[in-house]
């Protein structure tokens, strides 16, 4: 195989930073038919991360896909975060997936040994997630793609929803931020070993520890973090169920460097979409500009962001560190208001846990 | 004046080209880019180097004039 090769040059926009804008999108979306029918749990109304359709009283499906350019230049480790990255929507529903297809877009003149492994490291986290992979489709394209489409079941009633939290929920998020800010570092040569490690290593882990730890508690509302950042994510959330949401910048988990190359200019478009996107809700305080762009930085792969009862915060926070999930949790915020028609996002330094 | 023309570039590259021209230029230097975000990118890197910046738009983008160094 052809070492020179670096497969992230191919790519314009790396992993979920090449998501089409929050703005664009609900212009877009807003013009198609609506569809609806009886058993469809979860449309894509509330822009929640799949579709959910009841088949009978204990199971319903859920069906998603997710696909995106390289975010790596090691093709192995772009199929393994590829992969991670599009089975987390299911896990973000609260299910388990089962069936997986490939979606691969390849330069028709690239070694194929390279496309091998790409499909070889999604194939291995489809594995390491406990569903089947069962072939899929591919076409010629100048710029590398590749994810999966996924299909998983859950129970009807124990749909995680992104909308549902309720005042005095406390926010937990399983993955530390900052990989769209670390992979441009990394692009622009500026990235630390230890970061680019970092990087790679949370976003090729699967959700699903997280998912299956938190089975044991009350979930009011779930989403995985990607491309609209924790910023937009929370906005969706606070939007859905008219939340007030406050979030402590000092108590959130961000990858090593992450702080340094954000202040370094070293920042995705996607973040100043995601920022502008966020703008009627969000009162920053006397918050640093820079965790602005940490928290609108687009996440590739990232963590579940759980919405839980403060009674049972800490509980889960410790059945999270038994389960050793290989990434840092975090009390990201906390939910001071629901069902209100002034839904918003509040920056401040620390949030309060009783 | 020393100028980086980083138009028609997409990130990191514009930051990436500021970054060295501050190590050789003490001097001022104007650094063309084509989208905002690249434009705040850019001030973020130039202060980060505790230098000061103007910027304007121009017919095709922005303009950032970095000031001597100090």
Same mark, same amino acid.
């Given at each position: 195989?052809?070492?020179?090769?670096?497969?992230?040059?191919?790519?314009?926009?790396?992993?979920?930073?090449?998501?089409?804008?929050?703005?664009?999108?609900?212009?877009?979306?807003?013009?198609?038919?609506?569809?609806?029918?009886?058993?469809?749990?979860?449309?894509?109304?509330?822009?929640?991360?799949?579709?959910?359709?009841?088949?009978?009283?204990?199971?319903?499906?859920?069906?998603?896909?997710?696909?995106?350019?390289?975010?790596?230049?090691?093709? #192995?480790?772009?199929?393994?975060?590829?992969?991670?990255?599009?089975?987390?929507?299911?896990?973000?529903?609260?299910?388990?997936?089962?069936?997986?297809?490939?979606?691969?877009?390849? +330069?028709?003149?690239?070694?194929?040994?390279?496309?091998?492994?790409?499909?070889?490291?999604?194939?291995?986290?489809?594995?390491?997630?406990?569903?089947?992979?069962?072939?899929?489709?591919?076409?010629?394209?100048?710029?590398?793609?590749?994810? /999966?489409?996924?299909?998983?079941?859950?129970?009807?009633?124990?749909? #995680?929803?992104?909308?549902?939290?309720?005042?005095?929920?406390?926010?937990?998020?399983?993955?530390?931020?900052?990989?769209?800010?670390?992979?441009?570092?990394?692009?622009?040569?500026?990235?630390?070993?230890?970061?680019?490690?970092?990087?790679?290593?949370?976003?090729?882990?699967?959700?699903?520890?997280?998912?299956?730890?938190?089975?044991?508690?009350?979930?009011?509302?779930?989403?995985?973090?990607?491309?609209?950042?924790?910023?937009?994510?929370?906005?969706?959330?606070?939007?859905?169920?008219?939340?007030?949401?406050?979030?402590?910048?000092?108590?959130?988990?961000?990858?090593?460097?992450?702080?340094? #190359?954000?202040?370094?200019?070293?920042? +995705?478009?996607?973040?100043?979409?995601?920022?502008?996107?966020?703008?009627?809700?969000?009162?920053?305080?006397?918050?640093?500009?820079?965790?602005?762009? /940490?928290?609108?930085?687009?996440?590739?792969?990232?963590?579940?962001?759980?919405?839980?009862?403060?009674?049972?915060?800490?509980?889960?926070?410790?059945?999270?560190?038994?389960?050793?999930?290989?990434?840092?949790?975090?009390?990201?915020?906390?939910?001071?208001?629901?069902?209100?028609?002034? +839904?918003?996002?509040?920056?401040?330094?620390?949030?309060?846990?009783? | 004046? &020393?100028? =980086?023309?980083?138009?028609?570039?997409?990130?990191?590259?514009?930051?990436?080209? *500021?970054?060295?021209?501050?190590?050789?230029?003490?001097?001022?230097?104007?650094?063309?880019?084509?989208?905002?975000?690249? &434009?705040?990118? =850019?001030?973020?890197?130039?202060?980060?180097?505790?230098?000061?910046?103007?910027?304007?738009? *121009?017919?095709?983008?922005?303009?950032? =004039?970095?000031?001597?160094? &100090?």
């Amino acid at each position: 195989m052809n070492e020179e090769i670096r497969l992230t040059q191919f790519a314009k926009h790396g992993g979920c930073a090449a998501k089409i804008g929050p703005d664009t999108l609900s212009r877009v979306l807003g013009r198609l038919p609506k569809f609806s029918d009886p058993d469809l749990i979860v449309g894509f109304e509330t822009s929640d991360d799949a579709a959910v359709y009841k088949i009978t009283d204990d199971v319903a499906v859920i069906q998603t896909l997710d696909f995106f350019t390289p975010v790596a230049d090691d093709p #192995y480790t772009f199929g393994q975060v590829a992969a991670a990255n599009a089975l987390s929507d299911v896990y973000a529903m609260g299910g388990e997936p089962k069936i997986a297809l490939n979606i691969v877009c390849f +330069p028709g003149d690239l070694d194929p040994d390279i496309l091998g492994e790409i499909l070889r490291g999604g194939a291995e986290k489809v594995r390491e997630a406990g569903a089947v992979l069962v072939g899929g489709h591919s076409i010629q394209d100048d710029e590398p793609k590749y994810g /999966l489409s996924v299909a998983g079941l859950v129970h009807p009633d124990r749909v #995680y929803k992104n909308f549902g939290c309720e005042k005095g929920d406390v926010l937990i998020l399983t993955k530390q931020l900052g990989s769209g800010i670390v992979n441009t570092a990394v692009k622009a040569q500026l990235a630390s070993e230890e970061s680019e490690r970092e990087v790679i290593r949370v976003m090729t882990t699967l959700n699903k520890k997280a998912k299956e730890t938190a089975a044991d508690f009350t979930v009011h509302a779930c989403t995985d973090v990607t491309g609209f950042g924790l910023l937009g994510h929370c906005s969706e959330m606070a939007d859905a169920g008219g939340a007030v949401i406050e979030l402590g910048v000092e108590g959130i988990a961000f990858m090593h460097g992450a702080k340094e #190359y954000a202040e370094m200019g070293l920042i +995705p478009g996607g973040a100043y979409r995601n920022q502008k996107h966020v703008s009627r809700l969000l009162d920053t305080g006397d918050v640093s500009e820079v965790y602005v762009d /940490l928290l609108s930085d687009p996440q590739t792969s990232g963590g579940l962001l759980f919405a839980v009862p403060e009674n049972e915060a800490e509980d889960l926070l410790r059945a999270f560190e038994r389960a050793d999930l290989g990434t840092k949790v975090s009390v990201v915020g906390r939910v001071l208001e629901s069902g209100t028609d002034k +839904p918003g996002i509040r920056l401040c330094d620390k949030v309060e846990i009783k | 004046m &020393k100028e =980086v023309d980083a138009r028609g570039l997409s990130c990191p590259e514009p930051v990436m080209l *500021t970054e060295e021209a501050m190590k050789s230029e003490a001097g001022a230097i104007r650094v063309l880019v084509t989208e905002p975000h690249q &434009k705040m990118n =850019v001030e973020k890197c130039v202060w980060d180097h505790g230098r000061n910046c103007t910027s304007t738009e *121009t017919e095709d983008g922005f303009a950032v =004039v970095i000031e001597p160094k &100090k």
